[in-house]
């Protein structure tokens, strides 16, 4: 089942909504890695204050807080390689004494990001997930994208996300994205 987006800075956001952030949208506002006037950051930075301003109730899952700190761990490695860091992989590069440095900066994002949103427990027992595993084995599928679609449809709540693979699964997307927009009207 096609998806149904709507642009996330026009929607007229309301007290009852219950909004998810994907963990692109969340590094663009909390990683502090991209710049603070690229369009992302200056589109989903008015989203969140409509949002906050509607009374509308942000929703975060464990799923997307890991994406979140494991998307910036690897940003983070790709600026370390890029300035002449010699780390074979991420694990070696995290067990640096460079990453000490850096991990606090992610931890107090990610603080920030569980301040600003209610926690949700994970109804993954519930979850037909042999279903879901073999959606997956079409190569057709992120696992994890299937996790927030079912988490989305579950909660009854939005997703605010910038990734043009969430076409499918029947929910509600809010987006800035063009594409996005465009695929599913």
Known sequence: MRNKAFNALSYSYSASDKVMFDANILVSLFSGLEPPG??????YSQVLKSIRQSGAVIVLDVLVLSEFVNVCARKYHELAIAQGGVWKNRKSYRQSAEFTMVAPTIARAAQQIVKLARRLDHPFSAWPIE??????????????????????RHEQALLLTNDTDF????ITVLTTHPKLLAACP
């Open 167 to 170: 076409t499918t699964g029947g």
């Open 38 to 43: 690229s369009v992302p950051v200056r589109n």
């Open 131 to 152: 279903d879901l595993l073999n959606d997956y084995a079409t190569g057709e599928w992120d696992v994890n994208d299937q996790f927030i679609i079912k988490l989305c």
